[in-house]
């Protein structure tokens, strides 16, 4: 299993970048999609989550500013991201909670993770 994360870059207070995440291998009972962050110096933090079925779910700052979504068919799981602000900077991952095998609900997936850099 192998989930690489792309779109990241380099981008103006105020600008935008749309993340992509391919899901390449089997993940059995995918429950949850999602994308975290860590800033140098700081833990991984929970940006937006998709429970599958369900509603997705923002961290404060980013409501109204980020958007995830998903393309079921093609494995992939995206966060667009507009008024982007410096305190975005970090380096973003994303995560499939699910399944090594048909009885496993319980595994965690992560991706090498993508930089995102926000200048003033």
């Known amino acids: 299993v192998q989930l690489q994360a792309s779109g990241g870059g380099l981008v103006q207070a105020g600008g935008s970048l749309r993340l992509t995440c391919v899901v390449s291998?089997?993940?059995?009972?995918?429950?949850?999609m999602g994308w975290y962050r860590q800033a140098p110096g700081k833990q991984r933090e929970l940006v937006a989550t998709?429970?599958?079925?369900?509603?997705?779910e923002y961290l404060d700052s980013v409501k109204g500013r980020f958007t995830i979504s998903r393309n079921y068919a093609r494995n992939r799981v995206y966060l667009q991201m507009n008024s982007l602000q410096p305190q975005d900077t970090a380096v973003y991952y994303c995560?499939?909670?699910?399944?090594?095998?048909?009885?496993?609900?319980?595994?965690?997936?992560w991706g090498e993770g993508t930089q995102v850099t926000v200048s003033s």
């Open positions: 995560n499939v909670h699910g399944g090594r095998t048909p009885s496993d609900y319980g595994a965690d997936f």
């Open positions: 291998g089997s993940i059995f009972n995918i429950n949850v």
């Open positions: 998709m429970p599958i079925p369900g509603s997705a």
